[in-house]
């Protein structure tokens, strides 16, 4: 079950864990959009609550603010990005779809080593990579269109930039596999990447699935104790 928990704090990262661990919590969970927090504050403090609970931690993205929809049926995709099982990721996805009335589909996404190129740093890395620019794909005919003017919008964003020019994510024909699933599935799940791939916010390809989804994402952080990286 969950449970809400409100207090004031001078270290909100550090004390989430302690909570966390006082009250041997299974999962945190964070929120990613309509905060009053600056962007760079509420991406610094992600980071450190990633760093120091001891449980799962699951952030919730919601780019458009449209939330969960809240009638039955439907799917939660949980995007495995790796060889390795995603144990407590999986878990959230099946909560998630018991609690909705739906039912949980798993595919696979892409890998979290997918660099190419350069754009500007200043730019969301996921940005680039949810355009699936250059990958040979053959997306729907709605999708395509969506992908096609992520292309232009990104496009205009970088000849806009004049920054120092660094690696970008491009997660190919998997990538743009889960946002078709995303066009139509209530949720999407994706275990958080290593925090020094290359990614401003969650790691690969969960910063690119959490750009792009237009569905809401929940990106988890695996406990410490279940073997993810901190």
């Not at 864990?17 to 991406?43: F, I, K, N, P």
């Not at 939330?67 to 439907?74: I, Q, R, V, Y």
């Not at 190129?117 to 990958?135: F, I």
Request: a neutral charge; aromatic letters at 4%.
């Amino acid at each position: 079950h969950a449970r809400a928990v409100s207090f004031l704090s001078h270290d909100i990262a550090c004390d989430l864990a302690t909570v966390a661990a006082t009250q041997r919590c299974d999962l945190l969970l964070l929120g990613w959009h309509r905060s009053s927090l600056a962007a760079e504050t509420l991406q610094r403090l992600v980071h450190r609550v990633f760093a120091q609970a001891p449980c799962a931690v699951a952030v919730f993205v919601d780019r458009r603010g449209d939330g969960l929809a809240t009638t039955p049926g439907g799917a939660v995709v949980m995007a495995r990005t790796g060889d390795d099982e995603e144990p407590e990721a999986d878990a959230t996805a099946r909560a998630l779809a018991e609690g909705m009335g739906g039912r949980t589909r798993f595919i696979a996404g892409p890998p979290s080593d997918l660099f190419t190129g350069a754009a500007p740093a200043g730019l969301p890395r996921a940005s680039l990579a949810g355009a699936g620019a250059g990958t040979g794909a053959r997306p729907s005919a709605r999708t395509g269109s969506r992908l096609s003017s992520r292309v232009t919008r990104v496009t205009r964003t970088l000849l806009a930039l004049d920054e120092p020019a660094g690696p970008a994510y491009d997660g190919g024909e998997a990538l743009e596999r889960v946002l078709r699933e995303a066009e139509t599935a209530r949720a999407v799940v994706v275990a958080a990447g290593a925090m020094d791939a290359g990614a401003a916010e969650f790691g690969q390809p969960a910063t690119a699935i959490a750009a792009a989804s237009p569905c809401p994402v929940f990106v988890v952080r695996p406990s410490p104790r279940a073997g993810g990286a901190a």
